[in-house]
């Protein structure tokens, strides 16, 4: 499905949890979570995977990404050095970036909150990385947050966490996001206007499969083609 700015619009009009009904895999652990709870963003991923102290790649990264991408840097399990800060994420909104999302910690927390631009990471640190060129790599598929992603896929996230869409997920993957969200919000009318008591699954009959008395259908089963 083509990223057009229509699409982009309709998949923000959804959360990220709407997709995650469907989702058996491609996305990433919730230890990665935005800056702030009201960041929320959707582009195609540049790639970056700097596992070691130097940065450069994703500097090389930020210079290159086209407008609108969600740079997503692989770290290789580097939990102690900060990969981007307030100045990175600054550089980032100038480019008409639209994301940035680290498997592990970033600085400038308080910077980041006041900057706006959406930065999803696993916490913050005061160390950093430093730019010496002697490690990283772009536009590769990589690992984040447990998640394989390929350049190009569509990188959504919100105060929940991240999932990543195919760059060429299907229609109805959207069309049922969408009306999920809007059953929650006919839903949440009827509770508030009519008193309705939200006790039943439409699609699942939650009392029956409790209260059925399983024992004694397994029992006949056995009894039934136990060999004589």
Not at 36 to 49: E, L
Not at 63 to 76: E, F, H, L, Q
Request: negative net charge.
């Amino acid at each position: 499905m083509q990223l057009t700015p229509e699409t982009i619009a309709r998949i923000m009009s959804v959360a990220p949890a709407q997709f995650g009904h469907h989702l058996q895999h491609g996305f990433m652990h919730p230890r990665i979570k935005p800056v702030v709870p009201w960041f929320k963003m959707v582009g195609p991923a540049y790639t970056v995977r700097a596992t070691e102290r130097d940065g450069s790649a994703l500097y090389y990264g930020i210079m290159k990404a086209p407008k609108g991408a969600v740079i997503v840097v692989d770290r290789g399990g580097e939990d102690v050095f900060a990969s981007a800060g307030d100045q990175l994420a600054l550089m980032m909104k100038h480019r008409e970036l639209g994301g940035l999302v680290v498997d592990g910690p970033v600085t400038d927390r308080i910077g980041l909150e006041k900057l706006g631009f959406p930065v999803f990471c696993t916490g913050f640190s005061p160390v950093t990385t430093l730019c010496t060129g002697t490690n990283g790599e772009v536009q590769i598929p990589i690992q984040c947050g447990g998640a394989v992603v390929v350049p190009g896929d569509i990188i959504f996230g919100d105060a929940d966490g991240v999932v990543i869409l195919p760059e060429d997920f299907d229609e109805e993957l959207l069309v049922a996001a969408e009306k999920l969200t809007n059953n929650e919000k006919i839903r949440a009318e009827k509770v508030e206007k009519e008193g309705y008591k939200f006790l039943k699954r439409d699609d699942f009959d939650v009392e029956k499969f409790f209260e059925y008395d399983k024992d004694s259908v397994f029992n006949e089963i056995k009894r039934k083609y136990r060999p004589e």
